[in-house]
């Protein structure tokens, strides 16, 4: 069953399109297949006695969706949104037959790119195996290192959760581009 | 069917399911008096499909060939039979074939059954299955569904034939569906499944083709079946509802199996019929099970024999069989009742079976995908918010225009007419959980040895889907209560002077703005006395009260009031009639309770048409709005100086008609700042839930609005703050309280104490 589960991710992720986003100088990819839209960051309506990552809920067109602070789902300092903040709406797959729409704030939303399975790396074990565990692997793209997320699993966790920061390659990159 | 075939691959299981679909059609169609060849044809083909159902499951090249022979064969035959011609002779190799796999099925049947006979009293394990989830998921899903409509037929269909055995086209409809079941159970490869299907199919076509009689051990061996799959059913269910449950399903059925095939191979219960409703297990079952020897002695014999030898190998059996019972044959043949003789020669009756009636039969309806439903009308809910802000929007209405406001007054009306429409896809008739109470009847009447009679009116009436699986639950306990202690056992009823049958009544009717569903029985009745002797004694009721009727019946639903009083053993009404409640209460309904003692009990329970939509009460708390279900408000008023004290440990209470009534601030429960920088400066709304109240303390009344609730995300399944939200008439969403849990949970001790707002006068 594992082994066929690792084939099953593989196969999806040679196979892929994401969508790729920052939150502060972080960048973060998702598939496109479960996102269903971005809209612009609209107000929203507080819910009482909640996680502090869930940012309360919104009205998408007759639909009450609930929207969680991405930035402080990922333990990163709270910042004032800028003038690209959005909110990406994502599908995912709950229990069989029913989908559920979640939105995400984000700092900016980048672009869609094609990533071949060739471009991903394993995730590095950093921190041990919780963070690893919401991560499909590490992309090098022409932007930087993009962290592919494991949407499902990263909704199905409550709490917040700690990201490695991958310093290596991207600060390579930057010096790179410095120099 | 053609178009099927062409799909058909070696060693795949591909297209068999439509294929038997087809067939299926085809085995109907001869049955509207086409030729003997068009008959001899399907059966050919029926018994290949069969076989392949029956063994592998796949389709081998040869019987692609064969099939593809057989398709073209009758599309001759279908053109002859147009044009009038002669009909084409069944080639002679099939009928060999016929006979010959029909020797080599039976064969190897006897063989398996010789086998599972030895082999089960030395093997432990019951059958299992596993479904194959990962590759299967879509059509497991498919077949789940069908098999709990197809199961809920059958037990449908084996109640009517309870009533009336001679009723030919309920047996088809029964055969019919285990036989569909089959299919869908060895396509999937759940091969425990398809056995038993396998198996309870043979016996019904034994009983349609009236070789075996339709007695009450018949039918509660079929029932017993049905359950069983129905187990199996469930057990998918589960694994498809969450995946983690992956694994075997082991439902204990190999006792029934061979239950099953020993009826089956000695027809045993045509000698020791009896009489429906009175339940025995036949003397010779018992025999034939303790003595798997004689098994296979008449295997060899069968296996050994050329086909002219097999029937008269069947009178071998046959006499045996007889000669083991005799007395029990010249017992029944005396006391036949005219209901056994129409068994024996069954007559095909022209009124409409009491299946169709009670919608088993075929309807034509679309099934539709809930959640498609459900967006739907969330859909036009949102239409209707937008076309109300068009029309109210105040550059709208400062233009004079005539053609205008005919165009809007029209947008008004096709949408308020589209919301009605898509609010009334949501409901549905209670009929299905009505039905469903017939079993529960005859099980229950049979354990508890008392003759009861359900009877039922109503059932078209409609009631949104949501309410209609939470009510059966609340039917479930409330007609159990009627016979286990509503309805008295036969003798006490004739001493009565009444019928020896109980009568349940179930009714369903529209009343009141909802829905009322009556439940009515002509038993011994509430013994107000006893109930009321009883409250005092426990202290539930002050000694100097004079209660009502209505309430010293309604005591009965208190939680732990039922169990004390079935233990004096009088009367004994309440057993998990506080569920009841509860699960009425939850659907924003009320239970009202009559009875009359000695002579009947009557539970009028009255139920919104939907719960889609609410009367909710806007209140404002800081900056935030919420909804509170105006069901629950029972009043709203601003305190006076003096009217709150506060008493150590309990929080603020305030003092309202010599009440007592704790206050939760919302707006510190709920995280928000209060506006009102005093209890003086807000408002209090007194909720109650069930006989609990509860003083709110908002900042604000904003007005009463009809609000459609929506669910919350998954992800904030765990909360129970809020029943849901609304989208408001500006757009914004506003939440709804759940009134329950803020009686319930916030116990005024578990919030910190504060400091008095109104110090002591």
């Given at each position: 069953?594992?082994?066929r589960?690792?084939?099953?991710?593989r196969v999806d992720?040679s196979?892929?399109?994401?969508?790729t986003?920052?939150?502060g100088?972080?960048?973060?990819?998702?598939?496109v297949?479960n996102?269903?839209?971005?809209?612009?960051l609209?107000?929203?309506?507080r819910?009482p006695?909640?996680?502090?990552?869930v940012?309360g809920?919104?009205?998408?067109?007759?639909t009450?969706?609930?929207?969680?602070?991405l930035?402080s789902?990922?333990?990163?300092p709270?910042?004032?949104?800028?003038?690209r903040?959005?909110?990406?709406v994502?599908?995912?797959?709950?229990h069989?037959?029913?989908?559920s729409q979640l939105?995400?704030?984000?700092?900016a939303?980048?672009?869609v790119?094609q990533v071949g399975?060739?471009?991903?790396?394993?995730?590095p074990?950093?921190?041990?195996?919780?963070?690893?565990?919401f991560?499909q692997?590490?992309?090098?793209?022409?932007e930087?290192v993009?962290l592919?997320l494991?949407?499902?699993?990263?909704?199905?966790?409550?709490g917040p959760?700690?990201?490695?920061?991958?310093?290596?390659e991207?600060?390579?990159?930057?010096?790179?581009a410095k120099? | 069917m053609?178009?099927?075939?062409?799909?058909?691959?070696?060693d795949?299981?591909?297209g068999?399911l439509?294929?038997?679909g087809?067939?299926?059609?085809?085995?109907d169609?001869t049955?509207t008096?086409?030729?003997?060849a068009?008959a001899?044809?399907?059966?050919v083909?029926?018994?290949w499909?069969?076989?392949i159902?029956d063994g592998?499951?796949?389709?081998?090249?040869e019987?692609i060939?064969?099939?593809?022979?057989w398709?073209?064969?009758?599309t001759?035959?279908?053109v002859?039979?147009?044009?009038?011609e002669?009909e084409?002779?069944?080639?002679?190799?099939?009928?060999a074939?016929?006979?010959?796999?029909?020797t080599?099925s039976?064969?190897?049947?006897?063989?398996?059954?010789g086998?599972?006979?030895g082999?089960?009293s030395?093997r432990?394990s019951?059958p299992?299955i596993i479904p194959?989830?990962s590759?299967d998921?879509?059509l497991?899903?498919?077949f789940?569904?069908?098999?709990?409509?197809?199961l809920?037929?059958?037990e449908?269909?084996?109640?009517?034939?309870e009533?009336?055995?001679?009723?030919?086209?309920?047996?088809d409809?029964i055969?019919?569906a285990?036989h569909?079941?089959k299919?869908?159970a060895g396509f999937?490869?759940l091969?425990?499944?398809?056995?038993?299907?396998?198996?309870?199919e043979?016996?019904?076509?034994?009983?349609?083709?009236?070789e075996l009689?339709?007695?009450?051990?018949v039918?509660d061996l079929?029932l017993?079946?049905?359950d069983?799959l129905?187990q199996?059913t469930?057990?998918?269910?589960?694994q498809?509802?969450?995946?983690?449950?992956?694994?075997?399903?082991?439902?204990?059925?190999a006792?029934?199996?061979?239950?099953?095939?020993?009826?089956?191979q000695?027809?045993v219960p045509r000698?020791?019929?009896v009489t429906?409703?009175?339940k025995?297990?036949?003397a010779?079952?018992?025999?034939s099970q303790?003595?798997p020897?004689t098994?296979?002695a008449?295997l060899?014999?069968?296996v050994?024999?050329s086909?002219q030898?097999v029937?008269p190998?069947?009178?071998?059996?046959?006499s045996?069989v007889t000669?083991?019972?005799p007395e029990?044959q010249?017992?029944s043949?005396g006391?036949l009742n005219?209901?056994?003789v129409?068994?024996r020669a069954p007559?095909?009756t022209?009124e409409?079976?009491?299946i169709?009636?009670?919608?088993?039969g075929?309807?034509?309806?679309?099934?539709l995908?809930?959640?498609k439903?459900?967006?739907?009308?969330?859909?036009v809910g949102?239409l209707?918010?937008?076309?109300?802000?068009?029309?109210q929007?105040?550059?709208v209405?400062?233009?004079a225009?005539?053609?205008?406001?005919?165009?809007l007054r029209?947008?008004s009306r096709?949408?308020?007419?589209?919301q009605r429409?898509a609010?009334?896809l949501?409901?549905?008739?209670v009929?299905?959980?009505?039905?469903?109470?017939f079993?529960?009847v005859?099980?229950l009447?049979v354990?508890?040895?008392k003759d009861?009679?359900?009877?039922?009116?109503?059932?078209?009436?409609e009631?949104?889907?949501?309410?209609?699986e939470?009510?059966?639950?609340?039917l479930i306990?409330?007609?159990?209560n009627?016979?286990?202690h509503g309805?008295?056992?036969?003798?006490?009823?004739?001493?009565?002077?009444?019928?020896?049958q109980?009568?349940?009544?179930?009714?369903?009717?529209?009343?009141r703005?909802g829905i009322?569903i009556?439940i009515e029985?002509?038993g011994?009745?509430l013994?107000?006395?006893t109930i009321l002797?009883?409250?005092l004694?426990g202290g539930?009721?002050?000694?100097?009260?004079v209660?009502?009727?209505s309430d010293?019946?309604s005591?009965i639903f208190?939680p732990?009031?039922?169990?004390a009083?079935r233990i004096?053993?009088?009367s004994?009404?309440?057993?998990?009639?506080?569920v009841?409640k509860?699960n009425?209460e939850?659907l924003?309904?009320?239970i009202e309770t009559?009875s009359?003692?000695g002579?009947w009990t009557?539970?009028?329970?009255l139920?919104p048409?939907?719960l889609?939509?609410?009367?909710g009460?806007?209140?404002?708390i800081g900056?935030e709005?919420y909804?509170i279900?105006i069901?629950?408000?029972?009043?709203s008023f601003?305190?006076?100086?003096?009217?709150v004290?506060?008493?150590h440990g309990q929080g603020?209470i305030?003092?309202i008609?010599g009440?007592?009534?704790?206050?939760l601030?919302?707006?510190?429960?709920?995280?928000?700042?209060h506006?009102s920088?005093s209890?003086e400066?807000?408002?209090?709304?007194?909720?109650?839930?069930?006989?609990?109240?509860r003083?709110?303390?908002?900042?604000a009344?904003i007005?009463?609005?009809?609000?459609?609730i929506k669910?919350?995300?998954?992800?904030l399944?765990?909360?129970?703050?809020?029943v849901?939200?609304?989208?408001?008439?500006?757009?914004?969403?506003?939440l709804?309280l759940?009134?329950?849990?803020?009686v319930?949970?916030?116990?005024?001790?578990?919030i910190?104490s504060?400091v008095?707002?109104?110090?002591?006068?």
């Open positions: 069953m594992k082994s589960r690792t084939t099953l991710n992720v196979t892929r399109r994401y969508l986003f920052s939150l100088t972080e960048l973060y990819g998702i598939p297949l996102v269903r839209e971005i809209i612009r609209c107000p929203i309506t819910l006695r909640v996680q502090p990552h940012s809920v919104i009205n998408l067109r007759g009450v969706i609930a929207v969680l602070d930035r789902k990922f333990q990163l709270h910042v004032q949104p800028g003038e903040a959005c909110i990406i994502v599908q995912i797959n709950g069989p037959g029913q989908t939105g995400f704030i984000v700092d939303v980048e672009e790119v399975s060739s471009d991903i790396e394993a995730p074990e950093f921190g041990g195996v919780p963070a690893t565990h991560i692997g590490v992309a090098t793209l022409r930087g993009t592919l494991n949407i499902e699993r990263i909704i199905s966790e409550d959760i700690a990201l490695p920061h991958i310093p290596g991207r600060d390579t990159i930057d010096t790179n120099q | 053609a178009e099927e075939m062409a799909f058909l691959m070696p795949r299981d591909t068999l439509p294929l038997n087809y067939l299926m059609d085809l085995e169609m049955g008096g086409l030729s003997g068009w001899g044809g399907v059966t083909v029926r018994r499909i069969d076989e159902l592998t499951g796949k389709f081998s090249i019987s060939e064969r099939l593809t022979g398709h073209d064969w009758m001759r035959l279908v002859a039979l147009e044009e009038g002669p084409p002779e069944l080639p002679q190799v099939w009928k074939t016929r006979t010959a796999l029909a080599r039976d064969g190897f049947k006897e063989g398996r059954r086998q599972t006979v082999a089960a030395n432990e019951e299992s194959n989830l590759d998921l879509e497991l899903r498919e789940h569904s069908e098999s709990l409509e197809l809920q037929s059958i449908q269909g084996l109640l009517v034939l009533e009336n055995p001679a009723d030919g086209k309920t047996i409809s055969f019919r285990f569909t079941f299919g869908g999937l490869h091969d425990a499944m398809r056995d038993l299907a396998h198996e309870l043979s016996l019904l076509d034994a009983v349609r083709r009236s009689p339709i007695n009450s051990f039918i079929v017993a079946g049905a069983s129905n199996f469930a057990g998918i269910g589960q498809l509802q969450n995946p983690k449950f992956h694994g075997s399903i082991t439902v204990p059925t006792d029934l199996l061979r239950r099953l095939k020993s009826v089956l000695d027809g000698q020791t019929e429906p409703g009175l025995q297990q036949p010779g079952v018992q025999e303790s003595s020897e098994f296979s008449r060899t014999l069968q050994d024999a086909p030898f029937s190998d069947m009178d071998i059996q046959e045996s000669g083991q019972v029990f010249e017992e043949l006391n005219p209901a056994q129409k068994i007559e095909r022209e409409t079976s009491a169709g009636s009670r919608g088993g075929i309807s034509s309806f679309v099934k995908d809930t959640a439903l459900d967006n739907l009308v969330d859909l949102e209707v918010i937008a076309q109300s802000m068009v029309v929007n105040p550059d209405s400062k233009i225009s005539l053609p205008l406001a005919r165009a029209q947008l096709i949408t308020t007419e589209l429409n609010l009334s949501r409901m549905v008739p009929r299905g959980t009505f039905n469903k109470m079993r529960l005859r099980d009447a354990q508890e040895q009861v009679h359900l009877e039922m009116s109503g059932e078209d009436t009631l949104d889907r949501n309410i209609v939470k009510l059966g639950d609340a306990h409330m007609v159990r009627s016979i286990d309805i008295e056992p036969p003798a006490e009823r004739l001493s009565r002077g009444k019928p020896s109980g009568t349940i009544r179930l009714s369903a009717s529209h009343q703005g009322v009556r029985d002509d011994r009745g013994n107000r006395d002797a009883k409250a004694d539930w009721i002050m000694p100097n009260a209660p009502s009727d010293i019946f005591l208190l732990g009031f039922s169990t009083q004096t053993g009088v004994g009404r309440g057993v998990g009639m506080d009841v509860r009425i939850m924003r309904g009320s009559r009359e003692l002579e009557r539970f009028t329970i139920l048409l939907t889609a939509i609410i009367d009460l806007l209140v404002g900056e709005r909804v279900p069901l629950s408000v029972r009043e601003r305190p006076r100086r003096g009217m004290t506060t008493v603020e305030v003092c008609r009440k007592q009534i704790p206050i601030r919302l707006g510190e429960f709920l995280e928000t700042p506006a920088r209890l400066d807000g408002i209090i709304v007194v909720v109650e839930s069930g006989d609990t109240t003083g709110l303390f908002v900042d009344l007005g009463k609005q009809e609000v459609v669910s919350l995300s998954e992800t399944r765990g909360q129970s703050l809020l849901g939200a609304a989208v408001l008439a500006d757009g914004w969403v506003g709804i759940d009134v329950d849990t803020l319930r949970l916030s116990n005024p001790e578990r910190p504060r008095a707002a109104f110090p002591n006068p």
